[in-house]
Every structure is written in structure tokens, then in C-alpha cells.
């Protein structure tokens, strides 16, 4: 049933996507046809290949790095409140500084290489995470933690056990929005100043009036973020097993 | 009813809470509380709701310290106003069945039942093999792959008290844990705990608000008075054992013990 409508809705897109290339033109929007045209052109040529493993290893590293470090800090400053609430009004400033415009800075500093992307992508995802996880190490129940401790669990235990248990569904939740947001800062990143990468292919096809190549850019980095959002499901419901599902019964 | 030396000593003990800013001053939920616990003896407290037993639990178990007085544990004090960092459950002296649910969610059943035995290292074919007894014993096999949420609220606790049985602590502190509970569940696991005793006697502080039940399980039952608890009386239950908690009611003594005790209720 889900799967039928959702097939549904997808080739009535289409159908809407078409139906604006004939009436604007090829100048305003190109077609699907052409988009697979050039999709089977930049396959054959190796482009797209390059290209995509280019912005994924930025987004991957990036995300590693922001990602790992927005899961961990939670669990490292589970012990001290004194010093989470301390730090609180230094985070939420460090998030309220618009990335995008750090972007120039962070090319000055790392070059336009990979690093800067890198770097980028950490940036905007850590938070994601940070905050999210943060709010799931807090939800732990006292009663929990007290119980396992007096069955003879050490600290070590409460963390894995009761921490990463009771925050799982937040790292989830974080890992939701930030994957997207990987992809599409490296992206961006790739805008500013790159020589491969999606961002780049789509920045090029700008530069050169090429809008099928600027509608096949998009496409693939939408593509790529539905993989990876498919794949992050399949993790998620395995991980969550244990919980009382949702299809059970709409709250 | 057991005369073995004296294991636990209460002396003195005080618990106050600080309200919350500018709501009402401290309150004492229990103060000037003192009382034994002998080896082997299954003692019953009642009390009025309220009446800071839960509290004493927690003091017993150190996951909560007191404010006054001290607890001693085979003569060593154990607990004490000023008393360093808290050890919760003693070193695996102390099992603790509390009122709510503190079954792992997301272990299945046997995990759960087998995670004091996985954190303390002793983990063995062994262990597994009485773990997997003492589930038979309570009706649990057959449901070790499911998850708590998956099972009834009275599974759920025979659980909850095989997992503080398995790792066999010589003292087992059990706060209401048959409340929630409708009759015949209640009865049921009443009758359960009475035989895993009968099988291994521990000692056990269990507190309940059901005359009844303090009656139908003690050696010995306290009565505490209303916060700030105190014990108000002491009484011996004069029932033989082994007992059927089914038939209790109709046994000589437990009519005249279960009147004196709702009096002092009152």
C-alpha cells in the first residue's frame, strides 16, 4: 500500500517536471530525457563516478570528524552538569555562527583542497548531533542508572548501558538531519572553490549556461541523500528492535 | 522464625529533604528510626503511604544518604551521616526489587536476568544453568527472547526478582513490589517468593501498605508511624511455616495479629 502510493506520488513529480519543460522550455527547465541522456554520457565518460566519490569521501571525513565528535562530547559530559551548563552559551553561539560565511575563511586556512570541505562539513554537522544526543544522555531515567548500579554495575556500564541505550533514538534523530546536511555542505563547499566534485559539476554547468548539466548535478546529489537516508533506516530499525513500534498503534 | 545473629542495625537514622526553592521547609521523611534485622529473617514493615519506607530502602541499599544516625551491616557501619561516596547495593550485599520497573527495555528477558551475573564477571555455565532454573521455577521459560514491553506486569516483576535472586546476595531489600498487581497475580508471586525462600533463606526487608500481605510473608512485622517514620510496634507473627498464602486468612493468628496491626494503623 505505501509502496504503491509512493510510486505514485513519484511519477506524478514526474509528470509535473515534464509537464513544466514543455511549457517553459528547455532553457528554464530541462527535461527528465535529457537528465538520463547526460546521466548515461558522464557514466560512460567515468565524470560521475569521480565526482560523487569525490563530494562522498569530503562528506564522509567531515561527518566522521563533526559527527563523532557531536556523539561523544554528550557522553563525556554526562558526569559534570556544572560544566554542560557552563558551556551551553558557548555552544549555542558556536551553532548561531552562519557556516556559510566562514566558508571564505575556511579556504584561507585549509586551502581548496579537501581539507576545507572537510572542515566545513564538520562544522555543520557536530551540532546536529551535539544537541540531539545532549538532550538523549539527559532523558536518562535515575531509577534505571540506581538499579543497575546496585546489581554491581561500575560507571563504565551505566554509560554503555544506560546512557547509549536511553540515547540511541536521539543519535537517530540527529543522524537524520545531519546526513543530508553532509552531503549538502560538501556541496556547497564544492561551489565555493573546488576542482571535482558534484558541487563543482553543478557550479561548472552555471558557469557555462548548461542547465541539463545544472538538473543532473541536483539530481544526483538528491539521489545520493536518498540512498544514504534508506541505508540509515535499515540501521535504525534494526538498532531500535527492541522498542514498541509505532505500527503498532498512532499515538 | 529465625533467631540468627543480628545482620543489619539501624540506629538513629534520619533522612531529611530540602524543598525546592522558597516552597515549605525540610521535611524529615524518616527520623530517630531504629530497628534490627536478624540473619535469615524475613521481615515485613508496613506503614502509612508516605510514610518514608521507600526512603529507608534506599538508604539501606546506598543509593541514598542519610542526613542523621547510621546503619551497620554485620557490625561494620556501612552508612552514615558522614559517610564518604555512596556504594550502591554494598558490593552485591544488597538486592534491591523497587516499586517500579527497572527491567533494561531493550534487553530481552533473559539478558536482563542475566546482566548482574554479565557486569560482575561471573558469567558461567554454572550460573546460566540456575538462572534458567530459578525462570522455570517463577513459569518464565519459554519467553527469554522477548522484551519487557512484550510481557505482562506480573512477568514482568518475576523477572525483576530473578534477576536480584540470581546473583544471590545474602540480603534482598523489596519495596511494594507486588502493588501494582491485581489479586490473583499478587497472590500468585506471593506464593513464589515464599518458595525461592523456603529454597534458600535470605534475609529479606520486604515493605508493603497491605496488612495482609506483611502478615502472610513476615517472621516479624514493623509499624511505622507517619513521616517522620518511626517504628510505632513490633510484632512476631505467630504462623508456622512452610505457609499458603491462599489459605492464610484461615489460619489461628492471622486474624487477631491483622486487627491489632489495623489499629495501630488507624
Redesign the interface.
Known amino acids: 500500500m505505501i509502496v504503491r502510493g509512493r510510486v505514485a506520488l513519484g511519477v506524478l513529480c514526474l509528470a509535473i517536471w515534464q509537464a513544466g519543460h514543455w511549457a517553459l522550455g528547455a532553457d528554464w527547465i530541462s527535461g527528465p530525457v535529457d537528465i538520463v541522456r547526460r546521466l548515461a554520457e558522464i557514466t560512460a565518460s567515468g565524470e560521475l563516478a569521480r565526482h560523487t566519490m569525490a563530494t562522498l569521501s569530503e562528506a564522509a571525513l567531515g561527518f566522521l570528524l563533526g559527527g563523532g565528535a557531536g556523539m561523544l562530547l554528550p557522553f563525556a559530559l554526562r558526569r559534570s552538569p556544572r560544566l554542560t551548563a557552563a558551556l551551553d552559551p558557548f555552544f549555542t553561539a558556536a551553532m548561531g555562527v552562519p557556516k556559510l560565511a566562514l566558508a571564505p575563511l575556511l579556504i584561507l586556512w585549509f586551502g581548496i583542497g579537501v581539507m576545507s570541505k572537510v572542515v566545513f562539513v564538520a562544522a555543520v554537522v557536530f551540532f546536529f548531533l551535539f544537541f540531539n544526543v545532549l538532550a538523549g544522555v539527559r532523558s536518562i531515567d535515575p531509577r534505571l542508572a540506581a538499579a543497575v548500579r546496585v546489581l554491581g554495575a561500575r560507571e563504565w556500564t551505566v554509560t554503555w548501558e544506560i546512557a547509549w541505550h536511553t540515547a540511541l533514538p536521539y543519535v537517530f534523530t540527529g543522524l537524520k538531519v545531519a546526513l543530508p546536511r553532509a552531503i549538502s555542505a560538501a556541496v556547497v563547499g564544492e561551489f565555493i572553490a573546488a576542482d571535482r566534485g558534484l558541487g563543482y559539476y553543478i557550479n561548472t554547468a552555471r558557469a557555462m549556461a548548461d542547465p541539463v548539466g545544472l538538473f543532473t548535478g541536483v539530481t544526483v546529489v538528491t539521489v545520493l541523500v536518498l540512498a544514504i537516508d534508506a541505508g540509515l533506516e535499515r540501521v535504525q530499525a534494526r538498532s531500535l528492535a527492541w522498542r514498541p513500534l509505532a505500527r503498532d498503534a498512532t499515538v | 522464625m529465625s533467631e540468627g545473629a543480628v545482620l543489619l542495625e539501624v540506629r538513629g537514622l534520619g533522612r531529611r529533604f530540602e524543598p525546592r526553592a522558597d516552597r515549605g521547609e525540610a521535611v524529615f521523611a524518616i527520623r530517630d528510626l531504629s530497628f534490627d534485622v536478624r540473619e535469615q529473617e524475613f521481615l515485613t514493615i508496613v506503614g502509612p503511604s508516605g510514610s518514608g519506607k521507600s526512603t529507608l530502602l534506599n538508604l539501606i ?3 541514598d544518604a542519610p542526613t542523621e544516625g547510621e546503619i551497620r551491616f554485620r557490625g561494620r557501619p556501612i552508612a552514615a551521616a558522614t559517610a564518604g561516596a555512596l556504594r ?2 554494598w ?2 550485599q ?3 526489587v ?1 516499586q ?1 520497573d ?1 527491567l ?4 530481552t528477558l533473559i539478558e536482563n536476568v542475566l ?2 551475573l554479565r ?2 564477571g561471573r558469567l558461567s555455565a554454572q550460573t546460566r544453568d540456575r538462572a534458567s532454573e530459578l525462570m522455570s521455577t517463577v513459569g518464565l521459560e519459554g519467553f527469554e527472547r522477548y ?1 519487557p ?1 512484550e510481557l505482562s506486569g506480573g512477568m514482568r516483576k518475576r523477572a525483576a526478582l530473578i ?2 535472586l540470581v ?1 544471590d546476595p545474602p540480603v534482598i531489600l523489596m519495596d511494594e513490589p507486588f502493588g501494582a498487581l491485581d489479586a490473583q497475580t499478587r497472590t500468585q508471586l506471593q506464593a513464589d517468593l515464599l518458595r525461592l525462600w523456603n529454597l534458600g533463606r535470605k534475609t529479606i526487608v520486604f515493605v508493603t501498605h497491605d496488612i495482609a500481605e506483611a502478615i502472610a510473608l513476615g517472621d516479624r512485622t514493623l509499624v511505622f508511624t507517619r513521616a517522620p517514620a518511626r517504628v510505632q510496634s513490633e510484632h512476631r507473627i505467630p504462623i508456622a511455616r512452610p505457609r499458603d498464602v491462599r489459605t492464610i486468612y484461615g489460619v489461628d493468628g492471622f486474624a487477631e495479629t491483622y486487627e491489632r496491626i489495623r489499629k495501630e494503623l488507624q
Open positions: 541499599a546506598q543509593i550502591p547495593g558490593d552485591r544488597f538486592g534491591y523497587t517500579d527497572t533494561l527495555p531493550w534487553r546482566f548482574p557486569v560482575q522484551y514491553h534477576r536480584t546473583y
